[in-house]
């Protein structure tokens, strides 16, 4: 409970300081395969996963509350799985399966970048 609590409090008040943070850390620990920011052309050709935008609207979907669609990315990260997958079976079959990103991350920095990921589509 205390944990939910704080995690509620770290979405709700999170500064426009620590979302610049947010948004380097995305860039450095996810960027290579998750696009952010302005696309172009190129990008998109070269695109190795879906961009942040379709996972921030997977996740609203999917979850009512930004508790729940924080612990999914964070679980997904750790432990990517095909049967947790809300994308649809033809992303993997573009891209593959997401390989994990344990021992790259940590715990803490995916859940202030999925403050960053979540803000980018309205609910
Ligand atoms: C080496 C490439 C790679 C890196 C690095 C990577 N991802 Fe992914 N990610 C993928 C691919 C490919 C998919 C689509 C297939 C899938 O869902 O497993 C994906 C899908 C996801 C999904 C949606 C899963 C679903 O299907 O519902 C989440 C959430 C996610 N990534 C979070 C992250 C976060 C957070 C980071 C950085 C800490 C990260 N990823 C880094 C390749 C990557």
Not at 11 to 18: E, K, N, P, R, V
Not at 42 to 48: A, N, S, V, Y
Not at 55 to 74: D, G, L, P, Q, Y
Request: hydrophobic content about 40%; charged content about 35%; overall charge neutral.
């Amino acid at each position: 409970m205390k944990k939910i609590i704080s995690l509620s409090l770290l979405l709700a008040t999170i500064g426009f300081a620590d979302m610049q943070d947010a948004e380097i850390l995305a860039e450095k620990k996810c960027g290579e395969c998750h696009l952010m920011g302005v696309t172009s052309k190129e990008k998109l050709d070269k695109m190795k996963a879906p961009p942040y935008w379709a996972i921030a609207r997977k996740t609203k979907e999917a979850f009512a509350t930004n508790e729940e669609r924080v612990k999914f990315i964070v679980d997904y990260t750790f432990n990517p799985k095909e049967e947790k997958m809300l994308f649809a079976k033809d992303a993997k079959i573009r891209f593959g399966l997401m390989p994990s990103q344990e021992g790259k991350v940590s715990k803490e920095e995916i859940e202030l970048i999925s403050t960053y990921i979540l803000r980018m589509v309205e609910d």
